[in-house]
């Protein structure tokens, strides 16, 4: 098979596992390790040690995986179809088939459905082997979601998935942004397909909304002050000037995508593992009184097979607790 048929049977086969866009980057040192390391030098990544600790793997694909010669790129949408309105069902909605009172917090998108790592990771997987069969010799992958030590939305754009926003997300011009990547590294050697250029122009609507300037730049994130890390990663408490700018959120933030124009007319997911249900986890507003009377075990029954597990009952309560002050200050 020639390299061209290799790169259109991954293209096919990605497309048809029902990833939304696919592309392919050659795998090597990236192009911008020295900004990463400036940016860990700058202690901009808070308490994210992991980051640190792998940052050498980070820059290089093939030290995840010797011998790589592709990094097969995949992106899957999970914007929802239902938008996160409290009646969309869920058990903190009621108590005794009451509705309870009290102010709500808000969950970002992509904790709404069943946890990415697991739905995406077992779609890459079965996509490596269909690949391996199909290509009919020996050939080395491995596959990564998230908490492999590889720069995903580097790979993403050196792949032609899409190019790194003002607001650091990556960005196809059709999808938008709300969707993950995956990867899988390979020793197949295949075509690399064209990066896209950037579609920001002058364009700052993420700049101008982000409510903490953790968007302290164009294209640039001191992760300190963003909601998503202050919520999701932070532990001990959370410095006391960010906490009236954190709003109602209490898990993630979605406000410099949200206002972004790429994400206005992108289609929903078509992954039903992403849409809200009665069942995963909670109502994407779910009610702060609730939260904070979570107990450990409350904690892991709600949220098992949900991404938001990452966060400890403790983070979850202090985070409920911020928005409930920011309600009761509103
Ligand atoms: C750590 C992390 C975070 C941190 C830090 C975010 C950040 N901007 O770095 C926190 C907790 C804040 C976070 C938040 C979110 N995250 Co996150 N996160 C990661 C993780 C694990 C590592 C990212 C990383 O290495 N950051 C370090 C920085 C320096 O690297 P970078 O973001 O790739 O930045 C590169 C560019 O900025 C570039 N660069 C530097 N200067 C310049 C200048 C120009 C002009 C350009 C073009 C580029 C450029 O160089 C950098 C290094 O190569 C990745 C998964 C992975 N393994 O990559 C997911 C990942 C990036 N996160 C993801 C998501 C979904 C989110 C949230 C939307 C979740 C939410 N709703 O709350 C938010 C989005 C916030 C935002 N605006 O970025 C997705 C993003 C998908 C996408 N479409 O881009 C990823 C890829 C996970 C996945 N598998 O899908 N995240
Ligand atoms: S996720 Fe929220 S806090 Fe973080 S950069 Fe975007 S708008 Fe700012
Ligand atoms: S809001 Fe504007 S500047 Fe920010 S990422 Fe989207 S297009 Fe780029």
């Given amino acids: 098979m020639s390299i061209e048929e290799r790169s259109r049977l991954v293209r096919g086969l990605a497309l048809a596992a029902g990833f939304d866009e696919v592309g392919i980057a050659p795998a090597g040192p990236v192009g911008r390790a020295a900004e990463l390391h400036a940016w860990l030098a700058a202690g901009r990544h808070g308490e994210m040690d992991y980051l640190r600790r792998h940052r050498e793997l980070r820059v290089d694909p093939c030290k ?18 239902r938008d996160g309105r409290p009646a969309s069902g869920g ?18 998108r992509y904790a709404w459905g ?21 290509i009919g010799e020996p050939i080395e992958t491995r596959v990564c979601v998230d908490t492999a030590p590889i720069l995903e939305r580097e790979a993403g754009a050196s792949a032609g998935v899409g190019w790194i926003g003002k607001n650091t997300m990556l960005i196809h011009p ?44 164009p294209y640039h994130m001191d992760a300190r002050r963003c909601i998503a890390y202050l919520t999701i990663e932070h532990r001990g408490p959370v410095p006391a000037d960010l906490q009236p700018l ?28 992403y849409e809200l249900s009665d069942r995963y986890p909670l109502p994407p507003r779910p009610l702060l009184s ?16 949900s991404a938001m597990k990452r966060a400890t009952p403790d983070m979850l309560r202090r985070n409920a607790a911020i928005a409930a002050g920011n309600a009761a200050a509103r």
């Avoid at 609730?290 to 097979?305: K, Y």
């Fill in 114 to 134: 069943r946890d990415y790592h697991r739905v995406l990771r077992r779609k890459l997987m079965a996509l490596a082997d269909e690949l391996q069969a199909a």
């Fill in 64 to 81: 995840l995986l010797p011998g790589a010669r592709s990094v097969i790129v995949v992106a899957q949408q999970y914007r929802q179809t």
């Fill in 290 to 305: 609730e939260l904070r009377e979570w107990t450990p075990e409350q904690h892991a029954a709600q949220l098992a097979g």
């Fill in 174 to 217: 059709r999808l938008g942004s709300f969707f993950f990547l995956g990867e899988i590294v390979t020793t197949l050697e295949l075509r690399p397909t064209e990066a896209i250029t950037d579609h920001c122009r002058s364009c700052h609507r993420c700049l101008d909304a982000c409510p903490t300037r953790a968007l302290d730049a």
């Fill in 246 to 273: 954190m709003g109602d959120w209490v898990y993630g933030c979605d406000i410099c995508q949200d206002v972004c124009p790429f994400n206005a007319k992108a289609s929903p997911t078509r992954e039903s593992a």
């Fill in 91 to 108: 058990r903190a909605e009621r108590a005794g088939g009451e509705m309870l009172p009290g102010p709500r917090g808000r969950i970002a």
